[in-house]
């Protein structure tokens, strides 16, 4: 999958998707990315072309058994950061999603998007609170989505990329 | 600090008939940045001191329609004016008009005829001393309220003790309501509807969350509690330094539990059953804790024990939403209209500061280390820094692409 990296000249940003393996996390790539490759692996990989230089490259990873196939410090080292996906309504994926930021946040400084997904559902709290996100700090934001609206994926990942753009040059 | 007219003037309040001794006066006094105000008869005086609680009084004690003996006596029973610093001023005074107003602790006596700029020295002095101490002056003369996460029972208490201050505590946490009554800033009765003096006031100081407001004001009730403040405050320390040392025991005191139906030969005594009985409809640590309306730490030591009997369990029963914290932030949510709580609740729930253990370790990681390759991650990991490889405009591009339709 790889492969797809060949134009150098190419500006590549790069942003893993984590869920558990009852999260909806794929639906983050396979309704933003025209064409999703599935690894051996278990990680799912798409490109989105933003202009014809500039592309994010989104990797989607389950928790559950794939997390130690990853490459972490050759993607971390080069990601814009990464949003974690849980079922707000599944206690398992809530405790998955916990100790997923646990041992991510000790070892990325780089930005975080805590996504809660509630699909259909009404909003659990007010509109007020979570509009766009929870800060918890500069780089941690906490939000709620919709894995079954393209809409509600593209604002959280509209979300991570205002987290970086305060980083950026 | 505020006035009626100007927040950033300090307001005196001049009582007396028109003339050119009293004109010459308010006129000096706004001389030196002063916010004045002129009022010929005590009982619209009194009005405006409750309405508006000027910064200082200066009064004649020879008034029309109330006399300056009954003006100070309606100040300092007031709450909202019993603070403020009074100056009388008056001709040939009455000896006994004299000491009653020393008895009721007006701040200082001046005989007309006066020197109006000695008169302006003498309450710029009193402002002064006002300044100082002008947060605690406010704290005591308004009363005030709170989170009992930022000032907890016993930090008021002494708070009281230290000014001799007399009120009311009143707090609340979830559904209880109690209150702690203070005279002269000693603890003399509390409340809890259903409890003993005594045991409402232990109750109370194990109150590390809810909100109180004190109100300052004289009280007239008899003495129910006996032990000194000093006692009280040892007590309350020890009681909360065990709560936290059970709480710590136990998982997080908004987990939800629910009670299992102990097996009939099962020996549980009266106050575990009346413990348990609380959760077979399933709610928080907390919330059980709350509702049985016991003692706090023994309440928590019940539940200790009914978790290690397996008699309590964490998860929410079947028909049950399952949504682990949802009642945390629906409660905060309703009640506060801020997000700050919501947020809190939220962050404390995903930022435990708990080793990550157990997961597998990154690829490069495991390649250093010999053994197995789901060894707890090594403490001395650098964290990989972020470095942004997109520049501002790029990732602006990238950002508008995901906010088209």
């Known amino acids: ?169 | 600090m505020p006035g009626p007219n100007n927040k950033n003037k300090y307001v005196v309040l001049v009582i007396d008939s028109p003339g050119p001794e009293v004109n010459q006066l308010v006129k000096n006094l706004a001389e030196t940045n002063l916010e004045v105000v002129h009022i010929e008869d005590g009982q619209k005086a009194c009005e405006f001191c409750e309405a508006n609680r000027p910064h200082v009084i200066i009064t004649e004690l020879d008034l029309p329609v109330i006399s300056g003996v009954q003006l100070f006596r309606f100040l300092k029973n007031n709450f909202i004016t019993s603070q403020i610093p009074i100056i009388v001023t008056t001709k040939e005074p009455k000896l006994e008009d004299r000491i009653k107003s020393m008895e009721m602790g007006i701040d200082d006596y001046i005989e007309k005829p006066y020197f109006p700029e000695e008169v302006v020295v003498r309450v710029h002095s009193l402002l002064n001393e006002t300044r100082n101490t002008e947060k605690s002056r406010w704290i005591i003369n308004h009363g005030f309220k709170g989170d009992l996460e930022e000032m907890n029972v016993l930090d008021l208490i002494k708070t009281m003790e230290l000014s001799r201050t007399s009120g009311i505590i009143y707090l609340t946490r979830g559904y209880m309501e109690g209150q702690i009554f203070v005279n002269n800033g000693s603890i003399i009765d509390a409340f809890i509807d259903g409890f003993e003096p005594e045991q409402a006031l232990t109750h109370m100081l194990t109150w590390l969350k809810g909100t109180f407001w004190v109100s300052i004001q004289q009280i007239e009730r008899t003495r129910m509690i006996n032990e000194n403040n000093s006692k009280i405050l040892s007590k309350g320390t020890r009681l909360i330094q065990q709560w936290k040392d059970l709480a710590r025991l136990l998982p997080p005191l908004n987990t939800s539990l629910k009670a299992i139906t102990p097996a009939k030969d099962e020996q549980i005594s009266h106050p575990e059953k009346q413990m348990l009985d609380r959760y077979y409809e399933p709610k928080t640590i907390m919330q059980g804790i709350e509702e049985s309306k016991m003692d706090n730490l023994h309440a928590l030591e019940l539940v200790r024990s009914l978790l290690q009997k397996g008699l309590l369990i964490k998860g929410a029963a079947p028909h049950q939403v399952k949504d682990p914290f949802a009642q945390i932030v629906f409660d905060h949510a309703q009640k506060k209209e801020s997000g700050e709580s919501t947020y809190n609740q939220i962050t404390s729930y995903f930022k435990r500061d708990q080793d990550p253990g157990g997961l597998p370790q990154p690829v490069a990681e495991r390649n250093n280390q010999a053994g197995d390759p789901h060894n707890n991650p090594s403490p001395h990991v650098q964290k990989i820094p972020y470095r942004v490889f997109l520049s501002k405009q790029e990732l602006k591009r990238v950002r508008e692409f995901f906010s088209k339709k």
Not at chain 1, 13 to 38: A, Q, W
Not at chain 1, 105 to 120: T, V
Request: aromatic share 12%; charged share 25%.
């Open chain 1, 1 to 169: 999958m790889f492969e797809l990296m060949q134009n150098t000249e190419k500006k590549i940003g790069e942003i893993l998707v984590i869920g558990s393996s009852n999260s909806s996390h794929d639906s983050f790539l396979y309704s933003t990315c025209p064409r999703v490759m599935k690894s051996d692996q278990d990680i799912i990989f798409g490109e989105l072309k933003i202009e014809p230089e500039l592309s994010l490259f989104l990797y989607g990873v389950s928790s559950n058994g794939a997390y130690n196939k990853i490459a972490w410090d050759i993607i971390a080292r080069k990601m814009l950061g990464y949003i974690i996906v849980f079922d707000w309504f599944d206690e398992a994926s809530c405790d998955i999603a916990q100790k997923n930021i646990d041992f991510l946040g000790h070892r990325f400084e780089a930005p975080l998007i805590i996504a809660a997904d509630i699909k259909e559902k009404p909003l659990p709290i007010k509109k007020t609170i979570v509009d766009p996100y929870i800060s918890f700090s500069g780089k941690e934001k906490f939000t709620f989505c919709n894995s079954k609206s393209v809409a509600s994926i593209k604002s959280v990942f509209a979300s991570l990329i205002d987290v970086a753009i305060n980083y950026a040059n």
